[in-house]
């Protein structure tokens, strides 16, 4: 039911703007466009058709085009860089902030970050130079440099004067960073214990010093896990010699996680998380088919097994019958085990230490499921086809293969996390060939031995 | 890779630990685990077998135990207050934020939720009640109460001295509200531009009333949406008389949006969230027995369908060992296209509007990867079996499997969110009934109309 109720506002503002454009007045359009926020303008493009896509991307405020740009997926984001000239670019973008511009930066033509580069004063240029320097999915990308300092020699008077006289912080700030003369990180001060303290106190009084920088090199993933860990709203960043560079704000942490969830969710399926809704249909093609073609490759192996037992098939027709139940059954007890599995890996929960007592639950549970499905399959296939050794057979079979699914289940993904591969995305292929193979081998192999001689 | 990385913290802590456990030496835990913050600890507590479990749990600093609680998922969280009496768990919660204390309070006895009000003075006695008077999963449950107001009728002089009176402010309080005489939300006022002002401006020329409030009863789905749409780090929570209630922070955000994922990604599998690792085999088998025994009754309506063409199975076994890989290649067809309908859901990004042309887009998608996979496996079966009739069958039908599968990958998620289902959770089951129930239909009656007679 939550999910019935999510978003309504948003499914509401596209029946809208779908109504107005279908209508053809743009006026309308754009007016309702130009209430939402660059967020929310960037899902409405990404649930838009190309064409209507292209008439809204028009209509958008250009102040706010940059910020639009920053939002939505690597496809849409490329769709949209595909109407704009270069100067259109340059303009929605030299405003931007640092962090959101370095993000932008892969999918911007050369021509147009030089031009942003040159546009910018020599602080900003060296800044966004920097950011560019580090790796993605690292920290460094994540910062933004824009950060208000402050000395320890000094008095909470002084840095109030200081302050006024500076005028607006950058967004986001929530803390000011005390540094060293030659800028390392020292700790920080709450703009909030700023406003509660006696002006004449000293600021090396004021200084939280408990919450470790983050070290540049870090990657995104530990990143959030730390924001998340500790309720952090923002985090200094530091080089290997503890100067500070940046600092990380919540809002880019929230990103990196729903992109991480999309990631997860999208990728067991074979699809990238900046697939577009409406991506041309040549590229969604190649990506799927590539899909597809590996899971056709285990389809036929699952059939190759099958092709062993024709002889005793055509003794007994009704293991064509039964077989996908047995096989299947073992598909969805795996899935669940790999669910559990594959977030226990995400969470650093699941590890060699407590491998071998997660697998000895699940084969328990395992056993004690599949003897009571079993129970229940031989009963009904008893009734059906009349025939005890059949339903012994079945009922044996799909114990065994719920066995096999849950040891599956347990030691895919923990060997795909150990080769290096991510296991939320191939576990599942090899997973269901486990589960197809040895379901249809066990079913057709115990059959051949009991009932046909 | 990245998830490979991921985590190892954690994986490396929970190491440690469990050497350390098994080496029977508790000084080393103890020292260990009162060195990780309560998110930390709860991380690892969920990871233990239960044994371990009990034995880390007792080690915990009693100052930490409430956070502890607050940060594991139910499950766990029952299973660490049955091994605490009643004083224990009083003095764990009794000192929590209030909208910490409304999310435990579920799970807590009932004695133990009079004792901590009775040992709470009356402002926050009531403020607790009021926070438990909203229902789950809304603004009202979320918020904390523990706000920092102001007149609109003063100067920044006299709020900076009221602060500096007043001492500590509540925890990740970036702005102060603005109210009115009636208690009515005006606007609020960033800690950053109380900081850059001149002391004699008049607090009205900072108020910032761009930020709408979020409505008490709005759900937590929808607050997270607006949270990440308008990278808000704080929101104020008003009554519909707009009078101010508190406000919500980032942090419990991400834990929504958090949960929101791992809901999804369990869900799919039949799971609850908040399913413990270690659940206790008796709890574990009833929710997994009930989602296999649905499934079973899917796979039984497939096997149905098959035995309807035992006639022909019988003349023809080669169709016994082909017809799995056309019901499993729409299975997994249908999976990516729900896996894109899912997201798009619940980003709001699909509605009414655009379901035709998504439609439209999946067919003409499944056509061509039908064409093309159907081609494939025509031209390998031709060479197994040296039958171009039944080549032309299985491409025939896995063409129209994958045809039927992006129909109901399209349909099945849009229909059951419009009959006020979770789409997330149940549209798999459906699809690959689907999937099957017509994938050996078509290829099975096909077979029967073309080679039989």
């Given at each position: 039911m939550a999910e019935a109720v999510r978003h309504d506002k948003t499914a509401r503002q596209l029946r809208l703007l779908s109504d107005a454009l279908d209508s053809g007045r743009l006026g309308p359009v754009k007016r309702l466009v130009n209430t939402l926020s660059p967020a929310e303008i960037g899902n409405l493009l990404e649930s838009l058709p190309p064409a209507k896509r292209t008439v809204v991307w028009g209509l958008v405020d250009p102040e706010d085009d940059g910020e639009v740009l920053v939002h939505v997926g690597d496809e849409v984001r490329e769709s949209l860089l595909a109407e704009m000239d270069p100067d259109e670019i340059v303009a929605a973008v030299e405003d931007l902030d640092i962090d959101d511009l370095a993000d932008l930066a892969e999918d911007l033509p050369d021509t147009v970050i030089d031009e942003v580069l040159k546009s910018m004063d020599r602080e900003n240029r060296e800044r966004l130079e920097q950011v560019l320097s580090y790796p993605e999915d690292t920290a460094g990308r994540l910062m933004n440099p824009d950060v208000v300092t402050v000395r320890a020699d000094t008095t909470v008077d002084v840095v109030l004067r200081y302050l006024r006289l500076r005028g607006e912080l950058p967004e986001h700030t929530d803390h000011l960073y005390v540094v060293s003369r030659r800028h390392q990180y020292l700790g920080r001060i709450a703009l909030a214990s700023l406003l509660t303290?006696?002006?004449?106190?000293?600021i090396n009084r004021l200084i939280d010093d408990e919450q470790p920088a983050i070290d540049v090199d870090e990657s995104d993933d530990e990143v959030a896990r730390q924001f998340s860990d500790h309720d952090w709203l923002s985090a200094p960043v530091v080089d290997d010699g503890n100067v500070l560079l940046g600092r990380i704000t919540i809002d880019d942490v929230v990103d990196i996680i729903r992109d991480r969830a999309e990631h997860q969710a999208l990728g067991a399926a074979g699809?990238?998380?900046?697939?577009?809704?409406?991506?041309p249909i040549r590229r969604a093609m190649r990506r799927r088919l590539i899909w597809l073609t590996i899971n056709l490759g285990t389809a036929f192996l699952a059939a190759s097994v099958v092709g062993q037992f024709e002889m005793t098939i055509e003794k007994i027709v009704a293991l064509a019958v039964l077989m996908p139940i047995v096989a299947g059954m073992g598909g969805n007890a795996g899935t669940q085990v790999l669910a559990l599995m594959i977030r226990g890996l995400a969470l650093g929960q699941v590890g060699s230490s407590n491998a071998g007592v997660l697998l000895w639950k699940e084969v328990r549970l395992a056993l004690l499921n599949g003897l009571s499905l079993g129970l229940l399959l031989g009963v009904i296939v008893w009734f059906w086809f009349g025939d005890p050794k059949l339903s012994a057979v079945i009922a044996t079979a799909l114990t065994l293969n719920l066995l096999f699914a849950a040891t599956a289940g347990v030691l895919v993904p923990l060997t795909l996390k150990r080769l290096g591969f991510d296991p939320a995305l191939a576990s599942s292929i090899f997973l269901t060939t486990v589960t197809d193979v040895l379901g249809f081998f066990t079913f057709l192999g115990l059959a051949t031995l009991i009932l046909v001689r």
């Open positions: 303290c006696e002006p004449t106190d000293p699809l990238d998380e900046d697939e577009d809704l409406f991506s």
